[in-house]
């Protein structure tokens, strides 16, 4: 069965870090690309970044710079490594794959994770 499980959220102050992890069961993770999608309270979900079966990265402009997306293969797993981070950074975060090996294709609806909250507050 398919399974997209996020972690490593939490309350952080405002220039803090957090790295999130996106581990994949199910299916083999190097095949697809993935992407980090966010939705903050009374918004619509939003893309983050994305990085295909190579390794090639892309990122929203309010992000660029401070986030990386990488991938470990061999554990199956996607990262969000999140810097210097700012209160409009709250949000709920969610991983998916696409359908896929590049970042063009469309996300695979049945691959959402419960998504991991992340806080940034003084």
């Known amino acids: 069965q398919l399974q997209l499980v996020e972690s490593g959220g939490g309350l952080v102050q405002p220039e803090g870090s957090l790295r999130l992890s996106c581990a994949a069961s199910?299916?083999?993770?190097?095949?697809?690309?993935v992407g980090w999608f966010r939705q903050a309270p009374g918004k619509e979900r939003e893309g983050v970044s994305c990085i295909n079966s190579a390794g090639s990265t892309n990122y929203a402009d309010s992000v660029k710079g401070r986030f990386t997306i990488s991938r470990d293969n061999a554990k199956n797993t996607v990262y969000l490594q999140m810097n210097s981070l700012k209160p409009e950074d709250t949000a709920l975060y969610y991983c998916?794959?696409?359908?896929?090996?590049?970042?063009?294709?469309?996300?695979?609806?049945?691959?959402w994770g419960q998504g991991t909250q992340v806080t940034v507050s003084s």
């Open positions: 199910g299916f083999t993770l190097d095949r697809y690309a």
């Open positions: 998916s794959r696409r359908t896929g090996s590049n970042c063009y294709f469309p996300t695979d609806v049945g691959s």
